[in-house]
């Protein structure tokens, strides 16, 4: 019987990622943690309070539900770590680091925990970065991904740990708000959007960032965890790559649905972040090693966000 625990199941990839682990393993096997409680449209099922540094009380929660496995999301990201350097580095590293040695002592049988584009810098490659690209990040955020990644690494080397890892693009997706990110613009465009609202884009309009609707994410994210342990030869954490676009392409993209829709450019700190990261992403290994593949284009994702995103608003405001 599966058990599964899932950390920061309130943010943009836990809470879908949690719908559709509960879809398939079913609601009283999918137990979601946060530091927070739920909004509403996320208390269906299971739900404890975790802040992952509390160590005890994570043991006590694995224990008391039996966990077979973790999927480990809690972090800081990327332009809120750049604001707030040891909040993030003690999130993202002991969090990280109870969750692995925890697994290690309960005998848990599979780990998921998030890597990062964040992990490549200005050395490497910008168009289809290889897996083996360089990974000399510029940012807090990037840098305990480099870290994450070994950590992750050694605890299979070490102990033989199930430990799995996607390097995430931008993740893009309409059921919840940004959390601090860089390219969380490709998020609240979208909402802006819906709302006939001016958008003023933190980015230029002609940065290219590789990014990945949500529906994909977590596809990547089970693929991956339901591949066979002997056919993946990528222990620190595996490139995914979808869609690759700028500011302008995401905006002509939702003009051809919305044509009075408006963006002004007004690049900030975190143009310089952006700078730092791929254009494109090459995920070769993990098309051969797991059968990776995405679903969704542009186009396809802006059709699919536009049609649902409306009622979702609307259905909120109601709630509130």
């Not at 033989?160 to 609240?188: F, H, Q």
């Not at 222990?235 to 408006?262: C, Q």
Request: aromatic share 10%.
């Amino acid at each position: 019987m599966r058990k599964i625990l899932i950390t920061g199941a309130n943010g943009q990839l836990g809470s879908e990622l949690t719908i559709e682990l509960r879809k398939l393993a079913g609601n009283e096997n999918v137990i979601a943690t946060d530091i927070s409680e739920p909004d509403k449209s996320q208390r269906e099922g299971l739900f404890e309070k975790l802040d992952v540094l509390d160590k005890e009380l994570y043991k006590e929660l694995i224990r008391k539900y039996k966990i077979t496995e973790i999927y480990h999301l809690a972090a800081l990201l990327s332009a809120n770590a750049e604001k707030n350097v040891e909040t993030a580095w003690g999130l993202n590293m002991n969090g990280l680091l109870n969750t692995l040695d925890l697994a290690r002592k309960f005998e848990i049988g599979k780990v998921f925990w998030p890597s990062s584009i964040a992990v490549f810098g200005p050395d490497a490659h910008k168009n289809r970065t290889p897996q083996e690209s360089p990974c000399n990040p510029t940012t807090v955020y990037g840098i305990t991904k480099v870290a994450g990644e070994q950590w992750c690494a050694y605890y299979h080397r070490k102990f033989g740990l199930d430990v799995r890892s996607i390097r995430y693009p931008g993740l893009i997706g309409y059921k919840s708000l940004p959390g601090g990110g860089t390219t969380d613009y490709a998020v609240d465009i979208y909402h802006k959007a819906v709302k006939g609202e001016l958008f003023n884009c933190f980015l230029s309009r002609d940065s290219a960032l590789p990014m990945m609707y949500m529906s994909d994410a977590v596809k990547a994210t089970i693929d991956l965890m339901n591949a066979q342990a002997d056919r993946l030869t990528v222990r620190t954490s595996y490139n995914v790559s979808a869609i690759s676009f700028t500011p302008e392409e995401i905006a002509n993209s939702i003009k051809k649905h919305i044509p009075g829709f408006s963006i002004r450019y007004e690049p900030d700190y975190r143009q310089e972040i952006a700078a730092s990261w791929p254009d494109s992403i090459d995920d070769s290994i993990a098309r051969r090693d797991w059968d990776w593949e995405p679903d969704f284009s542009l186009d396809k994702m802006t059709m699919d966000i536009l049609r649902h995103l409306p009622n979702l608003i609307e259905k909120t405001s109601s709630m509130e």
